[in-house]
């Protein structure tokens, strides 16, 4: 079924739903460890109280590495509540750390548009869900208006040869020209690769992993 197109389709239901029925290890998107994407932080030479933005975060093993490595001001968006009550319950080790946690939709934003002045906008597996021109551009204009000058941004996506369904739902394919060109001339591309992730299942999936960073 072409879930991403039908009219009024309940997005927010479905990744609640995602989350609730399997377990987080067995997900089609679960990381042991988000190395490449530390890979590309590690890049950005941030100070440990940058604001990281990590859109769609879901319950993603990424914050608990961050908060590892010391960063100390993460804000952690998703769509499902499921997933964010998830990611809070696993990081019972940094009970005292403070990650700011926020339910809201990228593609029709109200609690994230109060965001200001982020350094690192981080996303995996998020965009490529975004199928019309209202769903990216809603992304994109949120993109633009919340990260700083020389802010950095990730975008980790399926690429061109990748799968075209994931959790059910249809995706747009990238390649960093194509991330680039809706980014704009105003962000650079420092580095971009091709990754084979593999499922819990076994299941490959090839995806593109790009860092920019904003000029001014
Ligand atoms: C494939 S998962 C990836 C999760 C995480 N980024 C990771 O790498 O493990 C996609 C995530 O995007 C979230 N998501 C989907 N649509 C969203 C939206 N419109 N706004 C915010 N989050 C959304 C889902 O709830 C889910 O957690």
Redesign the pocket.
Known sequence: MDNNFKEGYD??N???N??QKTPVNK?????KE?TP?LELIALCNLSKNAQIF?????????IEQLLNEGYSNLVV????SS?LIELKNNLENHKNSQVQFIV??????TELLKLKDVDLWH????LH??TTQQ?QNS?FNLLKKVVKPKGHVIL?EFNLEGAKK??GLDVFNYNEKMLHERLGEDFELLKSFNYTYTQPSGGLREYVYTLFQRKN
Request: hydrophobic fraction near 40%; include cysteine.
């Open positions: 997005f927010e479905h990744w609640n995602a989350y997900l089609g998107w679960y990381e988000s994407s990590n859109a769609g975060a879901g319950a993603s093993i990424l968006n998703d769509i499902s997933a809201d939709d990228l593609t029709n934003p996303d995996r597996a998020v869900f975004f769903q992304y980790a994931c959790s």
